[in-house]
């Protein structure tokens, strides 16, 4: 007889789609080293392609030459767990003391790349822009404990009387490609449109998105490993309007529409070794975007976005929370659509060096509802504070740096089962990280 399933689905949701990563969730609140020391504004900004490609593509045309940007994001998440489960919380005597534990995450440096390429044929209204990007990336490695409940063994031992998820790992990638054109309608309007293609993988061990199996009869259910997958296609489009008016200020607005995927397989298996095929389904947010920029002081370039993301239609991400009663599998992480802002400011020191400082502040897609079914999930990383530089090398080389620093959020909650929320249990988690981006540029 299997274990009750109140019971083996404590903290079923606590992977989740474990590492989908940062501030608004599935997007860096910058791209490139430019955009990030920034703090992410761009929409009505253009300092150079990779930021302006991303965010808002018709400020390609407020570029003032045609450039090649290369650029890459080195970030080191610091991530640690902790889970409670209370004297009698699952019965009489069951456990029989308080249980507590913590761990923290030894996912080491991850490396995102990004490129963004703007030309304009002379005498042409149509400035062109291609650009690939890592848009997310993040990764976390928790290793099995006999103290911290949540990472007990899925097979109870003697110390670990009820099952948890033992070694929980995670690695997300999301690669973005975009190419656009832009035309300048007039000397202070553009517009522009064009297709994304995206690259993603997401693995996750345990797989909570499927159900437990009990092959080898043991009676006790386990969740599989999701680890065996492979990058998956999906597709959108993005358009954006870009205003520079009299008196200094411009104005930018964007879309980037939801972007669709292929179903995410998984080659995985049971209990006992033998083939077992798993599946997901997934798609990326819609992302609207607003911005204005004022360079009506010498040497100052300010800039202000507001961006919404609209996580609550969006499969797998907006749906649920719930499980599925029969097979105890996970549905959906329930995340709300959420607003986030960006402001950054750049002064040109002197004819070779410009310096950037930027903020970004992004509201949490989980509710207190929700906070213990997506308590691993990092995304209210709410707070980022970014600092960089530009130094130009003769006449169409730049060298660029920046570092960024998001500040530690937690999220607390109950452990959930298939009957909802545990009493006299609880797991919190928090996250922060550390990035360091360089990049060259040269115009032509």
């Known amino acids: 007889m299997c274990v009750p399933r109140n019971v083996i689905a404590l903290g079923v949701c606590f992977l989740s789609l474990h590492s989908l990563v940062f501030a608004q969730g599935l997007q860096l609140p910058g791209i490139g080293p430019v955009n990030r020391s920034m703090g992410g504004a761009a929409v009505a900004a253009p300092l150079e392609p990779i930021g302006a490609l991303h965010w808002n593509p018709a400020t390609i045309s407020g570029l003032s030459s ?6 890459v994001e080195l970030l080191t998440p610091t991530g640690h767990l902790k889970s409670t489960v209370n004297a009698d919380a699952l019965g009489a005597g ?18 995102l790349p990004s490129i963004g390429l703007v030309y304009r044929p002379e005498g042409s209204a149509i400035t062109f822009g291609f650009g690939t ?11 099995a404990s006999a103290t911290n409940p949540i990472s007990f063994p899925q097979t109870p031992t003697a110390s670990t009387p009820f099952p948890g998820f033992g070694r929980i790992h995670a690695d997300v990638q999301l690669m973005q490609i975009t190419a656009v054109a832009s035309m300048q309608i007039n000397p202070r309007l553009s517009v522009a449109i064009g297709p994304t293609i995206m690259l993603a993988k997401l693995a996750a061990n345990p797989f909570p998105f499927a159900a437990p199996d009990d092959e080898n009869m043991d009676g006790f259910e386990t969740y599989p490993d999701g680890d065996g997958t492979k990058f998956h296609w999906g597709g959108g489009f993005e358009a954006g309007v870009f205003y520079q008016a009299e008196n200094c200020w411009n104005f930018g607005a964007s879309l980037k529409s939801k972007n669709w995927f292929e179903t995410f397989h998984y080659r995985s298996q049971d209990e006992l070794g033998l083939p077992r095929s798993l599946a997901i389904d997934f798609e990326y947010p819609m992302i609207l975007s607003l911005g204005a920029a004022y360079t009506g002081f010498e040497k100052l370039v300010f800039a202000s976005d507001v961006r919404w993301t609209d996580y609550a239609n969006t499969e797998t991400l907006g749906e649920g929370p719930e499980f599925d009663p029969v097979n105890n599998r996970l549905h959906g992480l329930g995340w709300e659509s959420v607003w986030s802002v960006a402001v950054g400011m750049q002064y040109l020191f002197s004819e070779t060096l410009s310096i950037r400082t930027g903020y970004s502040y992004a509201e949490s897609p989980i509710t207190n509802e929700t906070a213990g079914v997506n308590v691993a999930a990092p995304v209210v990383l709410r707070h980022s504070l970014n600092a960089g530089a530009t130094y130009k090398i003769g006449s169409s080389l730049q060298l660029h740096l920046a570092y960024h620093h998001i500040f530690p959020s937690r999220v607390s909650g109950m452990l959930h089962s298939v009957a909802g929320p545990i009493p006299e249990t609880n797991v919190n988690y928090a996250i922060g990280a550390h990035g360091i981006s360089a990049g060259i540029s040269t115009t032509f």
């Open 66 to 71: 045609n450039e090649l940007s290369v650029g």
């Open 133 to 143: 990007y890592g848009i997310a990336g993040y990764g976390v490695n928790y290793g």
């Open 94 to 111: 069951f456990p029989a003391t308080t249980l507590t534990g913590s761990d923290s995450s030894d996912s080491g440096w991850l490396a």
